[in-house]
């Protein structure tokens, strides 16, 4: 089948990620549509082979005819700051939680084959037991990871009700090339790349000890084209897309290099770590750039 007819749709699309993957997704030939109102997302980085549709995905008339016909809908869109979730709950559930149902009506509506759900670790919180696995009872400690998880939820509900074919995909620290140094992803990578190329020393919360399996933006890109053309998800399966490798804060500062300065802690997870046991079976997954050659890769970039 010629995959130029087949349409699919990044909700989204001019974000960190969401861009990677309308990026994909144009290089494997597919009809791709961008929906995105630009509030974080940048319209240059867009692909130009990519159908831009300036949309909020809260105006559900509006994103109805773009979704149509979709084989595959990919949601990434999101206000992904926890601080912001915090200072800002009204708007962040707005956001995170009416915005994906709008988007899982007009894709049942729709008649999409896949909806591939952007999750996040955030839903597990704070755990004893460590690497962190999708049995584990979620445990948000902020009210981002609570919508985040509250969407996971959505997409099991849509399969069950409505037949909608479901998966959520939870990221763990995702960062390279375009991440936004004053965006939610990789917050800590973004912000020494910034201080380090400012001639500034990185700064540290608390003593660095913290760890978090930083995973590539390119590993999560295939993530979900591997997830919307497995047969063996779709039931509103949760699966963890993580390196399996934890790297703490000191050792990425190590990486980055320079002077650091400790600052405060911060009301944070101590630790996270994937175990993506799950994601090798279901999505024939397997994550390939370390953060070593994923940090040189950005060094470079950065000029730094």
């Not at 670790?121 to 004893?128: F, H, N, R, T, V």
């Not at 790297?247 to 990486?255: F, H, P």
């Not at 997870?269 to 070593?292: F, Q, Y």
């Amino acid at each position: 089948m010629n995959k130029k007819s087949r349409k699919v749709v990044v909700v989204g699309g001019a974000g960190f990620i969401g861009s990677h993957l309308t990026d994909a997704l144009v290089e494997e030939g597919y009809d791709v549509h961008v929906i995105d109102n630009l509030s974080a997302g940048k319209k240059e980085h867009v692909n130009k082979k990519a159908k831009l549709h300036v949309k909020d995905m809260r105006n559900l008339e509006g994103i109805k005819p773009i979704i149509k016909g979709a084989e595959y809908v990919f949601h990434l869109a999101a206000l992904p700051r926890v601080p912001r979730s915090i200072d800002f709950p009204m708007e962040s559930h707005d956001v995170n939680v009416n915005g994906i149902v709008n988007v899982l009506i007009a894709s049942k509506e729709g008649g999409v084959k896949k909806f591939v759900y952007s999750a996040s670790s955030s839903a597990y919180g704070d755990q004893k037991i460590i690497p962190l696995h999708e049995e584990m009872l979620a445990n948000p400690m902020s009210p981002y990871g609570l919508y985040k998880f509250v969407g996971e939820l959505y997409c099991r509900v849509w399969n069950i009700v409505y037949g909608l074919p479901t998966v959520s995909l939870r990221y763990f620290s995702v960062y390279g090339p375009r991440l936004d140094p004053e965006g939610a992803y990789a917050l800590v990578i973004g912000k020494f790349l910034k201080q380090k190329k400012e001639g500034k020393p990185l700064t540290i919360t608390g003593d660095g000890k913290q760890t978090r399996d930083f995973t590539h933006v390119s590993d999560i890109v295939r993530a979900n084209i591997l997830a919307a053309k497995s047969k063996k998800v779709g039931k509103g399966e949760v699966v963890n897309v993580g390196a399996g490798k934890n790297k703490s804060i000191k050792e990425v500062a190590k990486l980055i290099g320079g002077k650091v300065l400790h600052v405060p802690p911060r009301f944070e997870p101590k630790h996270t770590k994937a175990d993506n046991r799950k994601s090798k079976k279901m999505l024939g997954w397997t994550p390939k750039v370390s953060i070593e050659k994923g940090i040189a890769e950005l060094r470079k970039i950065w000029g730094v």
